[in-house]
């Protein structure tokens, strides 16, 4: 499954290759919940354009804080 969905695109590094897999099972409705829930989670506290690196959200900072 990885390997056909990243056919023909050079590798961007682990992470971004399996975020970028993740979206597009998660767009054909293929990709199973416990991953789905990863992927959103992943997406609350990080930034990916699908272009650059993954950054993280500054706002994620200040509610982990408020937690604690």
């Known amino acids: 499954m990885f ?3 990243r056919d023909g695109h050079p ?3 682990a992470l971004r290759d399996g975020w970028d897999v993740a979206r597009a099972l998660r767009e054909r409705g293929e990709l199973p919940a416990a991953a789905a829930a990863e992927l959103g989670e992943r997406e609350r506290r990080m ?3 699908g ?3 993954p950054r993280r959200r500054a706002l ?3 509610l982990r804080r408020r937690r604690t």
Request: net charge negative; aromatic share 6%.
């Open 60 to 62: 994620s900072g200040v």
């Open 11 to 13: 590798p961007a590094g």
């Open 51 to 53: 272009r650059g690196e």
């Open 47 to 49: 930034r990916y354009d």
């Open 3 to 5: 390997a056909a969905e």
